[in-house]
Every structure is written in C-alpha cells, then in structure tokens.
C-alpha cells in the first residue's frame, strides 16, 4: 500500500525556520518525483514546489512565493522528502501535503497524498 | 488571484447533472493536461480525473472530464449527497514552470 507521511510541522516565530519530512513507504521511492502542497485554513490549494528523481537530475522548481526562502530535498536511503522553510512568514501558515507524481506519456498528476501537517506562523 | 479560475460554488439536486468549469491560458490548459481532485473537509486531496478525462481505479463512472482549448470541465451525473465537497483543477504551466490550481469549487446537493 502506498503511503506518505508528513511530520515537522509544529508553531514557529515569524522569521523563524522549520524543516518538514515526507516519508514514503509502498513503492519505489527512488523513482518518483515528489511535490508539496499547501492550504490555508479555509483556502484552496497552492503548489509549493517539486523534486524530480536521479534520473532528472533531482531538478527542483518552486512557486515565486517561497522561491528563496524554501527547499526541498530528497534522501532515497530513506524514502524520505524534505521541505526547508526559511525566513518564515505569517502568510505561510498552512497544512502542508506531499504528494507522488506519476506521469503516464505527457500528463503528470498527483495520485497519492499525505495527510498533512500543520505549520502556524505566530508570534 | 487563482491562475485557473472557477466559480466559487456550485449546487445541485440528487440525480441531477451538474458541470464545474475551469479557465486557463495557453501556457497551461491550452498546452498542458489538466487533472482534477476532490477534498472533503478536513482531508487530503484525491484524484479524481487525470489526463484531463481519464478516472483512476474505484472514482465511480459518474465523473468525466473534458478539454477544450484553454478551458476544461468537471461534470457530476446522477448527483450523490456523498458528492458534496471542494472540487479543483490543476495544470502544469509552462511559464511559471509549475502547477497552478483553480481556486476550487464548493459544490453543495441540496
């Protein structure tokens, strides 16, 4: 059975850092790409960044809203994503999911996903 | 501001048929697939149509996707009160180098 499953989330001063962790387990982790999502209490969804595979080089690309300031990661010894927040701000305040991507020819979509953490902003 | 816009609501009575649209541009529905997911309050998302109109294994054949130049549709039949949740839709774009979301679509049986 595929799961994934977010942990790291917790409360954080403005300014401050956190670091989440996706862990997978059920599939070949080394072989998929990995992207995070987040929702705010009451909003919709926004895409947050992905981490492609070895293969694609570990290419990451992320929304301009956290680029600079977040990094994702990958340890495949571990099945194990990350997500590096930095220079956090009250408007990062969300649940944060994982998701796997799987690409059947050109069209790509996120088929299993965590059930989320929540990281609050606050002072 | 949603870069794929949807209306904010929709409804519908048990057994009706009811669409949700979603508008994009060339750099995303125009020139991607679009996939849409489902979420009930307090859970993650699930896929629901991917490849713009293809179901994954176990979502009932009640749910079909459509694509037309930059728009596509979510269509619901035979209407369920166990289909009342968010509904989203979702496309790679190609100059933002990222998924873009529509702002998502309450649906409500009545």
């Given at each position: 059975e595929v799961q994934l499953v977010e942990s790291g989330g917790g409360l954080v001063q403005p300014g401050g850092s956190l670091k989440l962790s996706c862990a997978a387990s059920?599939?070949?982790?080394?072989g998929s790409a990995v992207h995070w999502v987040r929702q705010a209490s009451g909003k919709g969804l926004e895409w947050v960044g992905r981490i492609r595979n070895k293969a694609n080089n570990y290419a990451t690309a992320y929304a301009a809203s956290v680029k600079g300031r977040f990094t994702i990661s990958r340890d495949d010894s571990k099945n194990t994503a990350y997500l590096q927040m930095n220079s956090l701000k009250t408007e990062d305040t969300a649940v944060y999911y994982c998701s796997r991507r799987d690409c059947s020819g050109n069209s790509c979509y996120s088929a299993y996903w965590g059930q989320g953490t929540l990281v609050t902003v606050s002072s | 501001q949603s870069v794929l816009t949807q209306p904010p609501s929709a409804s519908g009575t048990p057994g009706q048929r009811v669409t949700i649209s979603c508008s994009g541009s060339s750099s995303n529905i125009g020139s991607n697939t679009v996939n849409w997911y489902q979420q009930f309050p307090g859970t993650a998302p699930k896929l629901l149509i991917y490849s713009n109109n293809q179901r994954p294994s176990g979502v009932p054949d009640r749910f079909s996707g459509s694509k037309s130049g930059t728009s596509a549709s979510l269509a619901i039949s035979g209407?369920?009160?166990?289909?009342?949740a968010d509904y989203y839709c979702a496309a790679w774009d190609d100059s933002l180098n990222g998924v873009v979301f529509g702002g998502g679509t309450k649906l409500t049986v009545l």
């Open positions: 059920g599939f070949t982790f080394s | 209407l369920q009160s166990e289909d009342e």
